[in-house]
């Protein structure tokens, strides 16, 4: 079993900065892949940004590229999501999600989910 814990979601002003932590426990990481999703209200979930545990491969959807960064801390377990510039159509309860192996940005191909952040951007 996997247990993701997520922190670090708060209220920022538009342009401001965040950083989220969703931390693992309960198996050997080595193998799996990390995804950050988000949904704001009356939208669909989407994909945010992932990570091979391996660190070899990222993905960002369009909208966060050159805004968001994605990554981990293997001693720690620790995926983390560096979010700078932060718009208010960033606003939305942020999740991690955990699958083994290869990256998706499909959320239905990720096992386990932690309980998820808010992330509130007021302009």
């Known amino acids: 079993q996997v247990q993701l814990v997520e922190s670090g979601g708060g209220l920022v002003q538009a342009g401001g900065s965040l950083r989220l932590s969703c931390a693992a426990s309960g198996r050997a990481f080595s193998t799996y892949a990390v995804g950050w999703f988000r949904q704001a209200p009356g939208k669909e979930r989407e994909i945010v940004a992932a990570?091979?545990?391996?660190?070899?491969?990222?993905y960002y959807t369009t909208s966060v590229k050159g805004r968001f960064t994605i990554s981990r801390d293997g001693a720690d377990y620790t995926v983390y999501l560096q979010m700078n510039s932060l718009k208010p159509e960033d606003t939305a309860i942020y999740y991690c999600?955990?699958?083994?192996?290869?990256?998706?940005?499909?959320?239905?191909?990720?096992?386990?989910w932690g309980q998820g952040t808010q992330v509130t951007v007021s302009s």
């Open positions: 999600a955990a699958r083994k192996t290869s990256l998706s940005e499909s959320g239905t191909d990720y096992y386990y």
């Open positions: 990570i091979r545990w391996s660190g070899t491969n990222t």
